[in-house]
T-cell receptor, first 115, second 110 residues
Framework: DAGVIQSPRHEVTEMGQEVTLRCKPI?????LFWYRQTMMRGLELLIY????????DSGMPEDRFSAKMPNASFSTLKIQPSEPRDSAVYFC?????????????FGPGTRLTVT | DAKTTQPPSMDCAEGRAANLPCNHS???????VYWYRQIHSQGPQYIIH???NNETNEMASLIITEDRKSSTLILPHATLRDTAVYYC???????????FGKGTRLHILP
């Protein structure tokens, strides 16, 4: 398996623009997680899905952030409008909760810079 | 908030055993101890987990104290590639979330 795939790997955009980050989880995994990592705040869970349904979005910073999972093999995280404080590395992870150890497999991340 | 306490950084000589401590004094009976690591510019990677018995796999060993209030991750023969941030996490095995703390930045010295 290719692992969790994220695109783009790097994104530079101007403040006010819409940004869409993409994730393809590992085939057969039933959970998908979106994280954000900054030096100041560390690794934060934004939202996660189970069987394509959002379960907990309490970590989403504000209404400018939205996430969708239209099918089991694809998810997006959208920021509209983007702000400089959104600059971070965004990770997608997936896991299979049917049997232990319920480990999460992380993608390589998308480094977002908002100028 | 993370339920664990780890030293912010540690050094270890290459080829020696790296012992990374973690305190989790409020751990509940159904909660496991998980370890992940994050090598620079990569996503976190699962290492090992345990409930109360010591565990060993191809990457590391996990020693959990009898009262389960602390644990130690052991990398038996550290290499330069083990330089990373190591996260100790407490979670119920079927709980969905992983809450990452600040972790321990491990430097392997040549």
């Amino acid at each position: 398996d290719a692992g969790v795939i994220q695109s783009p790997r790097h994104e530079v955009t101007e403040m006010g623009q819409e940004v869409t980050l993409r994730c393809k989880p590992i085939s057969g995994h039933d959970y998908l997680f979106w994280y954000r990592q900054t030096m100041m705040r560390g690794l934060e869970l934004l939202i996660y899905f189970n069987n394509n349904v959002p379960i907990d979005d309490s970590g989403m910073p504000e209404d400018r952030f939205s996430a969708k999972m239209p099918n089991a093999s694809f998810s997006t995280l959208k920021i509209q409008p983007s702000e400089p404080r959104d600059s971070a590395v965004y990770f997608c992870a997936s896991s299979f909760q049917g049997s232990p150890p319920y480990e999460q497999y992380f993608g390589p991340g998308t480094r977002l810079t908002v100028t | 908030d993370a339920k664990t306490t780890q030293p912010p950084s540690m050094d270890c000589a290459e080829g020696r055993a790296a012992n990374l401590p973690c305190n989790h004094s409020t751990i509940s009976g159904n909660e496991y101890v998980y370890w992940y690591r994050q090598i620079h510019s990569q996503g976190p990677q699962y290492i090992i987990h345990g409930l109360k018995n010591n565990e060993t796999n191809e990457m590391a060993s996990l020693i959990i104290t009898e009262d389960r209030k602390s644990s130690t991750l052991i990398l038996p023969h550290a290499t330069l590639r083990d330089t990373a941030v190591y996260y100790c996490i407490v979670r119920a095995n079927r709980d969905d979330k992983i809450i990452f703390g600040k972790g321990t930045r491990l430097h392997i010295l040549p």
